[in-house]
Antibody, heavy 120, light 107 residues
């Protein structure tokens, strides 16, 4: 069945770089787009960016200068890298898969999320 | 960017009651709208897509409607397991954007 699982450090120091991995199973990264979404504690959801089936990416303009999304198809992994972290980047980070292949659409599958705390 | 204005921010209702949550987009999103339910400590779960299509396995007491810029989620006969936060999301255009959420509690 379709699964996504985020992994990465729970604690990052201010000004450092965050690296997260989303390991997927049950589908191919060449068939479905995968996005990163984050949620600060007690707050709403923010779409960060997407890696499309062809490998191109799109980013939230608010994060674009700090964010990079890439993938390793052979390992079924999607990567997020974001630099210059600040305390306001403290959040649960989710990866999520589109519901249908090919065109942008809703998130039918979500990972469990990983909490990242930015603190010295 | 398309702004999503969701209301109310919080809602208190009794078991068996019908509740409605609204979402307004800053421009026409042509039914490119989804609704999610999120329980504390859990990831969001898809309820409705394409504004009015019920996701597989979601109870039929949930329904979505709307068009253009105005959309709503209705929960009929509220159950205790429906206590959660609810978010709308537009996927008509990037960047995808979410409503601020509605926290639903039991009265």
């Amino acid at each position: 069945q379709v699964q996504l699982k985020e992994s990465g450090p729970g604690l990052v120091q201010p000004s450092q770089t965050l690296s997260l991995t989303c390991t997927v199973s049950g589908f191919s990264l060449t068939s479905y787009h995968v996005s990163w979404v984050r949620q600060p504690p007690g707050k709403g959801l923010e779409w960060m960016g997407v890696i499309w089936t062809g490998g191109s990416t799109a980013y939230n303009s608010l994060l674009k200068s700090r964010l990079s999304i890439s993938r390793d198809i052979s390992k079924s992994q999607v990567f997020l890298k974001m630099n210059s972290l600040q305390t306001e980047d403290t959040a649960t980070y989710y990866c999520a898969r589109d519901g249908l292949p090919g065109y942008p659409n809703w998130f039918a599958y979500w990972g469990q999320g990983t909490l990242v705390t930015v603190s010295s | 960017d398309i702004q999503m204005t969701q209301s109310p921010a919080s809602l208190s209702a009794s078991l068996g009651e019908t509740v409605t949550i609204e979402c307004r987009a800053s421009e026409d999103i042509y039914n490119g709208l989804a609704w999610y339910q999120q329980k504390p400590g859990k990831s969001p779960q898809l309820l409705i897509y394409n504004a009015n299509s019920l996701h597989t396995g979601v109870p039929s007491r949930f329904s979505g409607s709307g068009s253009g810029t105005q959309y709503s989620l209705k929960i009929n006969s509220l159950q205790s397991e429906d206590v959660a936060s609810y978010f709308c999301q537009q996927y008509y255009d990037y960047p995808y954007t979410f409503g601020a959420g509605t926290k639903l509690e039991l009265k």
